[in-house]
């Protein structure tokens, strides 16, 4: 028979041990301090022993030979080495992740990954690029990267069409790019929660490894922290053991006593103490990515900065979109996803849009992701980085804003909502000549033409009484547009009136002297 300490539960005989519940133990083990519990038993009565309880209290014999306790002076205590996030620049990475697809479809391995080559050069169009990534074998290796992509699957912004990684929508600007920056990180944590688990240290642990519980428990449990004040990792988790609960593993004790049984008692005998071990290692790497990158969390270290942070702090923006999110999480994912598509834009733009005489649009500062991508639609991006975007207006970009269904007064509209002043007269002049200039002309496809010798003929054609009916005049004198449903029944009364008509079959090397026009809107003689 052996027994098995609680988690809450402190060693008093390993001096070196220094703990709180360590301390607490040995100083219960001389009769120092008692522990009490508010945890409900049933109706059987047990000992705490060792345990630290939920109150502490000293003996009146020991009280009365101690000093009277000093007013508690309030410290303000800060970490070496502070770490904070910024969701805009996470939000703006995950943007240009998805233009990069949406410019060059990515081609997978079998594996289902993307291609090395084209990994490294999708790196370094982000803003905050893997440092690391040519050390790594596939893009699973690179977390950043990997989730990225796994948010823009689950969010529906790519999909995979056969080996090929491409976007959808066409040129219709997503609702997740329009919502408010809270209602997006919310719809980041749905995707991250659902997204692929890692592997854990010891491998005969992973099939019972429940990721998706492990990251919803988490946020759960760093919503009920309090704004601004630093917790210590240890604290943080045993918190989590006093409770017997655990991040990786939904139901702890069924989960030891299964693989006790599976494995063995003896093999297994440390199952509590690895678990503890996995669950930590868990929250330090999920804490400080994803969640310090989205704003949520901060992180302290102390002496010199590392990979391990020792402490960390609940944002005001953290509590606000974590409480909303166990608020709408209760529900399922899709029910988020649905609140946040139906949520109205609540961002305020505290950045600056200026549009110059040359044509030349800088967007500096937290500008929003909505203006931006707005932005992308009618103007070409010449910079990226992490504070200022540069854009510049051409003929080309506004008829491809055109081709989208912008007209040069909707562009006009967006430029001046969005720097919130009137257009240079310049540039407001040009972009309604360039309007009226791509309005002036319209191309058709799958048009059959007739063209006679000259307009005499033509002329009489078009009054013949078997023929009016399927020829149209056109501005050109000795051309007619043939209806689309009788080109064979024109062709037939021609050879009739004994004219042998001449039939082009349609491909560019029988265009003499013609001209070539693409979907684009790009002609070449």
Request: with cysteine.
């Amino acid at each position: 028979y052996s027994y098995r300490r609680r988690p809450d539960e402190g060693d008093p005989y390993n001096l070196k041990l220094t703990r709180f519940k360590d301390v607490i133990a040995r100083l219960t083990l001389h009769g120092f301090v008692f522990a009490e519990s508010s945890e409900d038993a049933g109706s059987y009565n047990y000992k705490l022993k060792f345990s630290t309880g939920d109150v502490l209290f000293i003996p009146p014999e020991i009280a009365a030979h101690l000093p009277e306790p000093r007013p508690h002076a309030e410290v303000t205590w800060a970490p070496d080495t502070i770490r904070q996030g910024d969701p805009a620049l996470y939000l703006r990475d995950l943007y240009l992740y998805w233009e990069f697809v949406s410019r060059n479809p990515q081609k997978l391995t079998q594996q289902g990954y993307i291609r090395k080559n084209s990994l490294k050069v999708l790196n370094r169009s982000l803003l905050q690029p893997d440092p690391d990534l040519a050390s790594y074998k596939n893009e699973s290796e690179s977390a950043r990267l990997y989730l990225l992509r796994q948010q823009l699957e689950r969010l529906g912004l790519i999909v995979l069409s056969g080996d090929e990684l491409v976007t959808v929508g066409g040129d219709q600007i997503h609702s997740f790019w329009l919502a408010g920056q809270d209602l997006q990180i919310i719809l980041l944590l749905a995707a991250w929660i659902e997204s692929e688990g890692e592997q854990i240290e010891h491998q005969s642990m992973n099939y019972y490894a429940d990721w998706e519980h492990a990251r919803a428990k988490l946020i759960e449990h760093l919503s009920q922290l309090p704004v601004g004040v630093w917790t210590h990792l240890d604290l943080l988790m045993d918190q989590l053991f006093a409770l017997g609960e655990s991040y990786l593993f939904a139901d702890r004790d069924r989960f030891i006593k299964e693989y006790r049984r599976y494995y063995g008692r003896y093999s297994s005998a440390d199952i509590p103490e690895r678990i503890e071990a996995q669950d930590q290692q868990f929250a330090s790497r999920a804490t400080a990515f994803p969640l310090m990158q989205l704003g949520l969390i901060e992180l302290g270290y102390i002496g010199e900065a590392t990979d391990e942070w020792a402490t960390v702090r609940l944002t005001k923006r953290g509590k606000r979109v974590l409480n909303l999110f166990n608020t709408k999480s209760k529900s399922g994912a899709n029910v988020i996803r649905e609140a946040a598509s139906a949520e109205p834009y609540l961002d305020t733009d505290n950045g600056q849009v200026i549009v110059q005489p040359n044509f030349h649009i800088v967007a500096m500062g937290p500008v929003s992701m909505a203006t931006l991508v707005q932005l992308d639609t009618c103007a070409e991006r010449q910079k990226a980085d992490v504070t200022v975007f540069e854009y510049q207006l051409t003929r080309g970009s506004v008829y491809k804003a055109q081709q989208q269904g912008l007209a040069a007064g909707d562009i006009i509209t967006l430029l001046e909502e969005v720097s919130s002043t009137p257009l240079p007269p310049n540039v407001r002049r040009t972009l309604d000549e360039w309007g009226a200039r791509q309005q002036r002309i319209t191309f058709r496809t799958g048009v059959t033409l007739l063209q006679a010798l000259d307009e005499q003929r033509l002329s009489t054609l078009l009054e013949a009484p078997a023929l009016k009916r399927d020829l149209a005049p056109t501005p050109v004198a000795n051309v007619a547009l043939v209806s689309r449903q009788h080109r064979r029944r024109v062709g037939n009364e021609l050879l009739k009136q004994g004219i042998l008509p001449s039939y082009d079959d349609g491909k560019p090397s029988s265009a003499r002297d013609g001209v070539l026009f693409f979907a684009d809107g790009t002609a070449e003689p």
